[in-house]
C-alpha cells in the first residue's frame, strides 16, 4: 500500500471507532477531523492516480454530510451504541478498504539471479518504412526499445517505478481505456520495480545471450517486466519492442507521445457481417469436432482476413516482424545511441532468442521462421498471425506456453473436449511429424486466462481478479513463467543440460502439464495424396496472401 493508503484508512478506523464511543471526550471534534482528513487524503490518492482512494473519499464526503446533518438538526445526546448507524459506517469503512486491497501495490518480486538488474530505454528510426499505420506521410517508423541487463553497483541508485508520470499519464491510460475505464492501471505507477535506470553494466565477458521481446496487440513495452527481469538478473540481455500504434500511447526518450492508432476502434465492432462471420470461424477452429473441421475453421478465418477488419492484424503480423529484424540489424550494426553501444557489444546477437506475449508472441514465431539469428523461440500464448508457420517447421527450438485453454471454450461457448489440446495445434510443426520434435514444446497452465501471462496478475486480488487473469495464484504464475523461459533458454541458447521441460514440470506439476499434438499427425497419416495436396495449396495460398 502507499502512505496515502494507510493513513486513509486510519483515518477512516478512527472515525468509526469515535462514532460507535458516544462518550468519547471530544468525539465531534474527532469525527470531523478524522472524516475531514479521509476526504483530503483520498482526494489526494486520486489526482496523484490511486483512484481506488476514491472509493474511502466517497466514505468521508458521506460521514461529512452525515456531520452536517445532525449539527443543523441539533439532535438530543443519546446514549448506548449507534447500532445501525454504526454498522452502516463499518460497512462503508469495508467497501473502502476493499477497494485498496482488491488493487494492491507492493514492489515487484525480486529476481532470482545473482545480478542486479539495469534497464535503459532509446529510440531506433527506420527511414525506409514511412507513414506506417498512423504515422504522418513521410514519418519514418519510429520504435521506443527498452532494454534490462546485468548490471554492476547499484548500491547509489533507485530503482525504477513502474509507469513514469508521463507513462501513467499516456501509456497506462491508453491501456485502461480498452478496458472501458482509462485510469484503470494508473495506479501501477506506484509500484517499485527491481531495475535500476542507466546502471552500470556488469563487468565481464562479452557475448552474453540475448533476447527479443515483443508485447501482446494495444499493450506496452513493459507488460512483462518481472520477467525481463528474472532474465536479466540470469546473465541476459533482453530488448523490448514497442510497436508503435499498434500499442497503447508511446512515450519517446525525447518526451514524443505517438498514441494509439484511431484505425483499431473498427476491429473492436463485433456487430457487424464481417466480425460475426470470423467468430463463427473462430469458434469452428477451436471447437470443431474433427482435425478437419478445425483446420477449415482457421483456414476460413485466414481467408475472412484477406480485406476485413481483421485484415489489419495480418498487416500487423508483417509490421511488426519487421520492427523486430531491424531492431536487431540496427543493435548487431551499434546503429543506437552511445549510452546503448557498450550493452549491444556485450551480447552476441549472431544467435538469439526470440520472445513475445500473446500477438508479440506470434511476431515471434514468424522471426524465427524468417530469421536465421533465431536459435530459439517463446510465443507465450499468442495464435499465429500472419500464417507463416502454419503447417510448417520452425527452424529453432520452440516453447508454446498456454494460458488454460479451457477458458478460451468458455469464452466462445463452445464445447471443451475431453483432452486439453493447443490452440497452435496446427502451427510450429509439419503435419506429417507434428508432436515427434523433441525441441518443440506445448504447456499450459491450470486457471490461467490469456492477460494473466503478464505481471497484472500481481495488481489485483481474488475474487476481482479471477475473471481477468485467472484462477492461478500470482506467485505461481509468475513464477511458472519465469522458470519455463529461463530452463527453455538455458538449454538453447547457453548449451546447459538443466533437464528442461522436466524439472520445470515437476515443481509446478499442479499447475503446469504438457500439451500433445500427435493426433495431427495421426489425421495427416489417413489422407490420400490427392486430400494432402489439395490442404497444402490452400495453405501456401493463404500464406502467401499475407507477404
Not at 501495490?105 to 532509446?122: E, I, N, Q, T
Request: aromatic letters at 10%; proline letters at 7%; a positive charge.
Amino acid at each position: 500500500m502507499t502512505l496515502v493508503d494507510i493513513l486513509l484508512i486510519a483515518a477512516l478506523a478512527v472515525f468509526v471507532t469515535a462514532w460507535w464511543v458516544r462518550a468519547l471526550p471530544g468525539r465531534a471534534a474527532i469525527l470531523a477531523v478524522a472524516a475531514s482528513a479521509a476526504f483530503v487524503l483520498g482526494a489526494w490518492g486520486v489526482i496523484d492516480d490511486r483512484w481506488q482512494d476514491g472509493v474511502g473519499a466517497c466514505v468521508a464526503l458521506f460521514a461529512l454530510a452525515v456531520l452536517g446533518v445532525n449539527r443543523l438538526r441539533k439532535a438530543p445526546a443519546r446514549k448506548g451504541p449507534p447500532i445501525f448507524s454504526g454498522s452502516v459506517f463499518v460497512l462503508l469503512l469495508t467497501v473502502g478498504i476493499a477497494a485498496i486491497l482488491f488493487f494492491p501495490v507492493f514492489p515487484l518480486p525480486k529476481p532470482s539471479g545473482p545480478h542486479p538488474v539495469g534497464v535503459r530505454s532509446f529510440e531506433v528510426d527506420d527511414a525506409s518504412r514511412p507513414g506506417v499505420f498512423a504515422a504522418r506521410p513521410g514519418e519514418p517508423r519510429r520504435l521506443l526499445v527498452r532494454v534490462w541487463y546485468p548490471a554492476g553497483d547499484v548500491s547509489k541508485l533507485k530503482p525504477a517505478p513502474y509507469f513514469t508520470e508521463k507513462e501513467a499519464d499516456t501509456t497506462a491510460r491508453g491501456l485502461g481505456a480498452m478496458v472501458g475505464f482509462p485510469p484503470f492501471f494508473t495506479f501501477v505507477k506506484h509500484v517499485t520495480t527491481n531495475a535500476y535506470p542507466d546502471a552500470p553494466l556488469l563487468a565481464g565477458p562479452t557475448r552474453r545471450p540475448v533476447v527479443f521481446y515483443s508485447h501482446g496487440y494495444t499493450s506496452f513495452l513493459s507488460q512483462n517486466t518481472v520477467l525481463m527481469e528474472h532474465l536479466a538478473s540470469h546473465g541476459y540481455i533482453v530488448f523490448s519492442v514497442q510497436h508503435t500504434y499498434d500499442s497503447s500511447p508511446t512515450v519517446f526518450p525525447d518526451g514524443d507521445v505517438a498514441g494509439m492508432d484511431p484505425a483499431l476502434a473498427a476491429m473492436a465492432k463485433t456487430d457487424t457481417p464481417g466480425a460475426r462471420a470470423a467468430e463463427a470461424a473462430q469458434k469452428q477452429a477451436l471447437g470443431g469436432a474433427t482435425p478437419d473441421a478445425r483446420l477449415e475453421g482457421y483456414l476460413r478465418l485466414r481467408e475472412l482476413a484477406q480485406g476485413g477488419t481483421s485484415d489489419r492484424l495480418l498487416k500487423s503480423g508483417e509490421v511488426w516482424a519487421a520492427d523486430r529484424i531491424f531492431v536487431h540489424d540496427q543493435i548487431q550494426r551499434g546503429a543506437v545511441p552511445p549510452a546503448i553501444r557498450e550493452i549491444a557489444a556485450a551480447g552476441d546477437l549472431t544467435r538469439v532468442g526470440e520472445m513475445g506475449m500473446s500477438f508479440g508472441g506470434a511476431t515471434s514465431g514468424t522471426v524465427c521462421m524468417r530469421d536465421r539469428r533465431c536459435a530459439a523461440g517463446i510465443n507465450l500464448d499468442g495464435g499465429d498471425f500472419p500464417f507463416q508457420a502454419f503447417g510448417a517447421d520452425v527452424p529453432a527450438p520452440f516453447l508454446m506456453f498456454h494460458s488454460d485453454v479451457a477458458n478460451l471454450y468458455e469464452q466462445l461457448k463452445v464445447p471443451a473436449p475431453k483432452t486439453p489440446r493447443s490452440f497452435n495445434e496446427f502451427s510450429y510443426e509439419s503435419f506429417a511429424t507434428a508432436g515427434t520434435r523433441k525441441d518443440v514444446y506445448r504447456v499450459y497452465v491450470k486457471g490461467a486466462r490469456h492477460l494473466g501471462i503478464s505481471d497484472f496478475t500481481l495488481f489485483m486480488r481474488r475474487p476481482a481478479r479471477d475473471a481477468i487473469f485467472g484462477t492461478t495464484p500470482p506467485g505461481e504464475m509468475i513464477g511458472t513463467q519465469n522458470d519455463f523461459v529461463l530452463g527453455f533458454f538455458d538449454k538453447h541458447l547457453r548449451g546447459i543440460a538443466n533437464g528442461f521441460p522436466q524439472a520445470e514440470l515437476k515443481r509446478h506439476g499442479k499447475w503446469a502439464a504438457p500439451l500433445a499434438v500427435d493426433g495431427v499427425r495421426t489425421w495427416w497419416a489417413g489422407k490420400t495424396p490427392a486430400e494432402q495436396a489439395a490442404i497444402t495449396a490452400r495453405i501456401e495460398k493463404a500464406r502467401a496472401a499475407t507477404r
